[in-house]
């Protein structure tokens, strides 16, 4: 009897190979290959036994998956585990496997994949461990995964580096500066594409993915949380996005003053071109847009 033959990392794109006598499993996105001699492989996911609820948290701490043949425009992967029938010449097979929102890990390799032969509870070929990112409002944030997120921007403002040496942050900084239209650099003005187009949410969305993966690449536990505008924030405080004070606007429009940061928090001390990091002082709380 032939073997199923196992799942590729979930990561962005490349190649795996297993042990002795294994094919080859490739992976790209969220798109998986499998393919083996003959027979019938089972995939399910696996719930680790520690999935306990702390007072911060709404849901288990352990990451979840859902499977599917195919996606459906405007769905996502919604089974719990899925058949699949490998063709004796070794061809590959795909599917999808997504997160299962909002079942975010709280560590690395919390989720496990696991491939059965024949059916659910059949022999198990393989497992393979990993970590389901799921973006999260911003509220819903667990101290630690507030501080590892705050400590990811750090890394890529101070640390990070560019294939040419050029710090990667700036050249995100850059890149959100020249879709706007206004670089001195730019010989010619043009207009801000970005932000006064119809490609603005398009635009932005592809944007925030790239530096998310960005932090991603030395902190892959974290991703980007977001604020339901104009639900209350939590974001602009010491130990988060940086606190200000409140002062009525000048005869000249808005008045900029220092953010303050809390000494531990990691982005304490930043700055944007050797100066504090300035923000005008209104209030970012309630239904108050930045």
Request: aromatic share 8%.
């Amino acid at each position: 009897m032939g073997r199923s033959r196992d799942v590729g990392p979930h990561r962005e794109r490349g190649r795996t190979k297993g042990g002795s006598g294994d094919g080859i499993a490739e992976f790209d996105c969220s798109r998986f290959h499998i393919r083996g001699v003959k027979g019938t492989g089972d995939l399910e996911r696996d719930r680790p036994s520690h999935s306990k609820l702390t007072s911060v948290r709404d849901h288990p701490l352990d990451g979840d998956v859902a499977f599917d043949n195919a996606l459906v425009p405007g769905r996502t992967a919604e089974r719990d585990r899925l058949k699949l029938v490998l063709p004796k010449d070794g061809s590959w097979v795909e599917f999808i496997v997504a997160g299962k929102f909002p079942r975010a890990s709280s560590a690395d390799k919390d989720a496990v994949i696991e491939v059965h032969r024949d059916r659910a509870d059949g022999l198990v070929l393989r497992r393979h461990p990993l970590m389901v990112r799921i973006r999260k409002d911003h509220r819903k944030l667990t101290d630690h995964e507030r501080d590892r997120f705050l400590e990811a921007l750090r890394y890529l403002r101070w640390t990070a580096k560019t294939p040419k040496g050029k710090g990667l942050y700036r050249e995100f900084v850059t890149l959100h500066t020249v879709a706007t239209g206004i670089h001195p650099n730019q010989p010619y003005p043009m207009p801000d594409m970005g932000h006064g187009a119809p490609a603005f949410i398009a635009w932005h969305r592809a944007f925030l993915l790239q530096f998310e993966r960005a932090l991603q690449v030395k902190f892959p536990d974290v991703a980007l949380p977001y604020w339901v505008m104009p639900e209350d924030s939590k974001l602009f405080t010491q130990e988060f996005m940086g606190e200000n004070v409140v002062l009525p606007s000048g005869p000249n429009g808005e008045v900029a003053v220092e953010a303050d940061f809390d000494a531990k928090n990691p982005l304490f001390g930043w700055t944007i071109d050797m100066s504090p990091l300035p923000r005008f002082a209104k209030s970012r709380t309630g239904s108050v847009h930045i």
